[in-house]
């Protein structure tokens, strides 16, 4: 069956840059949409960047624009994070979903996605 894994995490200080990683398995697993969700202990996990992958149609959260930029290749898909802040930290989990989406839909919830990996850390320091 499908399985996600990410990668990348770590930390760094405010300002610098990170770039974390999913891989899905297998290659050949379709996949119509797919997001990077973000979640701190006792909150609700919130979507940071997603991607209706089957129309191209993206999402950002007001507050990574212009900092995060999703990108993907034959292999794997990426988001690149840049000027971290503090409130960045958190723990980092990429979702896909094989289901074929509508143009004008994107995943910007939970169960919007089927497939989860089990997050990478990413902290950020003052």
């Known amino acids: 069956q499908v399985q996600v894994e990410e990668s990348g995490g770590g930390s760094v200080q405010a300002g610098g840059s990170l770039s974390v990683t999913c891989v899905v398995s297998?290659?050949?697993?379709?996949?119509?949409?797919m997001g990077w969700f973000r979640q701190i202990p006792g909150k609700e996990r919130e979507a940071v960047a997603t991607s209706n992958t089957g129309t191209g149609e993206t999402y950002y959260a007001d507050s990574v624009k212009g900092r995060f930029t999703l990108s993907e290749d034959a292999t794997k898909r990426t988001l690149q994070m840049n000027n971290l802040k503090p409130d960045d930290t958190a723990m980092y989990y990429c979702?896909?979903?094989?289901?074929?989406?509508?143009?004008?839909?994107?995943?910007?919830?939970?169960?919007?996605?089927?497939?989860w990996g089990q997050g990478t850390q990413v902290t950020v320091s003052s």
């Open positions: 979702a896909v979903d094989s289901r074929k989406r509508p143009m004008g839909w994107v995943p910007k919830q939970y169960s919007d996605l089927r497939y």
């Open positions: 297998p290659d050949t697993a379709r996949v119509w949409s």
